[in-house]
């Protein structure tokens, strides 16, 4: 949904957004109003920005306004004048007239700016332009073109920018369109808060208002505050006031309240931050554990799959001689004698180191093995000692 | 309105707001706009004032000069009254000859005078049928915010105070005397809008109002001069009722345009 | 009637004049911006016994249409005494004095305006004279300066308009009533202070070529003298903003220097601004012409000019406009 905001916030004069120069108390110092050609700089550097013109190395001011010298400019912030269009700017018009095919939008300006049925986001056949738009419809557009005689061409294509229904139109002296706006919105905002009322302010001076008939005339006895201007200081806070005492609000308890809110809020928000400073801390610390022990856990996972892995090539791994061999050429006679399985008949079982057989040895084999070591063999052990000791006999 | 505002607001807006008996300006419906006179305004007219109601702005002259008397009145001064809309005082007021309204304004001003035989024109005859005194009154509005009838006659009013016979011009030895005002017709104009009685309209109001009532009433309460504008109607009570606002209002604004 | 002043000596032995002043000093003026609520810009000027009235309308659509320039603004002022401005009534509507002037106002503000930034609308200008005491013509462009700039309108600069001559013999600053009507030169003259260009030029009368040389050197040092109260006019006007820039707040206004007059009728004394000092260096009465001075001495009066300040009617009145009635 568009926002009302969109038009309230577009500053009027961005080169008055320069920064005041401040006198050596740290007030800002007050800015000197010029007339029609009295010079604003004698700098040829100095170039001419709006309200000024160049005359050989000067810059002379053209209109009445505030004296604006900053960032390499000499320009003259108006402080009346009929609103010229500006392209990009965005204003309140009204419809004037209509045609087969486009309409006249009133932009407050001395150019009648007309809106072509191009320029509005529906579909409208030829001739239906009064299905859509009619004379004294209040519509949100922005300038499109500004040719060189200042003809001008509006658009209603583009974010926030749509007819008005209902409402209330008021014109003001488009120059005091920043102030109805105030710094950042606050002005509009205060209106807006305590009049309850809807609020679009263009460019070109126009205000659109709708609420209850009480609110639109609060509203209006608000603007009229502002562009009367007189105390310009803290003229926010004196509209404030003014709206907060006809909605029967006390301004001085009001702002005790909104005091006492602010700190509250601050308070809140000071909580909630450390409340999340610490479930952040704590979130981590649980992260953080989480990891070592998936670490953990991983490592363990591979260490036993590393293991099963090797047990099962063992396992399925066919027998290898060269491996045997190996073990036999490694294996002392000592150790060949001690694996050595007297269970078996004439046939001595020789087991590796980790229990797997790797070979039989017969009698003659085993006959060599040192005595000793038949000890553990059973039944067989002296007898064949006898027979070691006399390698000779036949058939046996 | 505060100043530098300048409103499209509605008919059916201000309509509204009147049934709740609520002007824009916050008047109440027999109120009427601050009223300012300064007499005398220049010294070139034998009579002059200034009056501004609310910011509603008239500049009034009286011009006292010799002419030859009506025929059917050889023996009395002649009553001229003239209005100039001139387009300084409101964008739509144009150049040129003047206009119905401009004709309307003066001959209402000159009605509620003549009636109420403000001037003494007998003493105002100098040779009967062939000189007498022409006292010229012309209006020169040059801010208009509404209610031009009554900031106009009061002018007027208030000028004729001021004016003064220059019969020195004529003969060396009798000196300048006021003009002979017998009486004070004060005008006081309403509007019917949204079914409401409002007593001297703004621009704005003007602008969106059903029908319009101008009555003089001079300082006996007896009514002068009357008459309506603008195409809708008045019901006899209302007309009464502004008679009585006339009265009364007539009373308060008197002292400020005499003294 | 018979001619109260075919006597009189507009300049008397000791350099004063009727109303009193010196030969170069100014009638007392009074200058108010923005006092209008109708019109966009507006001026209200006392300037001696003038009293004139300067709104302006502007820029806006030219109607009719074929007036319109595709290339620039126009500037149209409109130059017109009330009825009651002057001692014999003047019947209303203008009369060709009025149109003269108009036109040459007209062409005094748009050698200043800058139309160009303004193609296809008109900048209208309208001069109310309420009460005419010579110099009326001056005045209005005087006024009709400040309301441009009190509308906002883009202008080179500013414009002073001022009336000095001759009378009784010695050249004189700002022409005064009864001066215009019986003295032997009037100039009018119009300007832009700052740099001296002259936009709006008339004479008649008799001056020698030194003569009028002077009196434009007189016209062009009061001119800077009527600038400054320009100038201040419209600061005063806009005093309570001139602190600051639209958008900002100030500090605490300080007191507007000068009271704002609450209207410009009221009740205060004329001379509000007081009388000018004059110029710092007063001018030695020049040397009168020979040939006027043989004049004198054989007891002729001088010779009468036929003004071009004439405030009653000339007759000549093409005006068809009876006024109302």
Known sequence: MPSDDMVDLVPQYPEAAVRRPRGPDGKPLPRELVVPGQVLAEDGNVKPGMGAYREGGRIVASTLGIKNVAGGYASVIPLGGQYIPRVGDVVIGRITDIGPSNWLVDINSPYPAPMHVNEVPWHVEFGETSNFLKPGDAIIVKIARVTESKRVQVSMQGPGLRKLQGGQLLEVEHSKVPRIIGTQGSMISVIKKYTGCRLVVGQNGLVWMDGTPEDIGLAMEAIGLIVEGAHAYGLTNKVKEHLQRAKGIDPVKEAEEEARRAREEQERRAREEAERRARDEERVRQDREKAEQARRERDERDARRREEERARIERERPRDTVEEEDYLDKATDDELCRDADPGKQGLVTVLSPDGESLMVLDEEELAECPPEKKEGQGQGGEGQEGRNADDTQEGQ | ?259 | MSDPYSNMKLVDENGVRLDGRRLDELRPIRIEAGVLNRADGSCYLEWGNNKVLVGVYGPREVHPKHMQNPLRGIVQARYNMASFSVSERKRPGPDRRAVEISKITSEALEAVVLVDQFPRTTVDVYIEVLEASAGTRCAGLTAASVALADAGIPMKDMVVAIASGKIGDHLALDIGRAEDNFGQADVPFGVIPRTGEIVLLQMDGHLTKEEFETVIEMNMRAAMQVYELQKAALVRRYSAFAGLAPGEESEPAAPAAAPVATGPMAAAPVAELGHPEGFKEPLAPPPVDAKVEAVLVEGEAAPEVEGEEVEEPNGDDEASSGGGY
């Open chain 2, 1 to 259: 309105m505060p100043a530098d505002i300048v409103s499209f607001i509605k008919r059916d807006y201000i309509h509204g707001m009147a049934k709740k008996g609520v002007r824009l300006d916050g008047r109440g419906p027999e109120e009427l706009r601050k009223i300012e006179v300064i007499k005398p305004f220049v010294t070139s007219a034998e009579g002059s004032a200034r009056v501004r109601l609310g910011k509603t702005d008239v500049v009034v002259g009286v011009k006292i000069e010799t002419g030859t008397p009506f025929a059917d009145r050889p023996n009395m001064g002649v009553l001229i009254s003239s209005a100039e809309l001139v387009p300084l005082a409101s964008p739509d007021f144009e150049t040129g000859p003047p206009r119905p309204p401009a004709i309307e304004l003066a001959r209402v001003t000159d009605r509620a005078i003549r009636e109420a035989q403000t001037i003494d024109l007998a003493p105002l005859c100098i040779e009967e049928g062939k000189k007498v005194w022409m006292v010229y009154i012309d209006i020169h509005p040059v801010d208009y915010d509404g209610n031009l009838f009554d900031a106009c006659e009061w002018g007027a009013l208030a000028a004729l105070t001021t004016a003064k016979v220059p019969w020195s011009k004529l003969d060396p030895e009798r000196k300048d005397e006021p003009l002979p005002i017998n009486s004070l017709p004060v005008s006081i104009t309403a509007i019917k809008l949204g079914g409401m009685i409002l007593v001297d309209p703004s621009l704005d109001e003007e602008e969106v109002a059903d029908a319009r009532l101008t009555v003089a009433t001079d300082q006996n309460g007896d009514i002068r001069a009357m008459q309506k504008g603008l195409s809708g109607s008045f019901s006899v009570d209302e007309v009464k009722y502004i008679v009585g606002l006339s009265r009364e209002l007539g009373k308060k604004v008197r002292p400020q345009l005499a003294e």
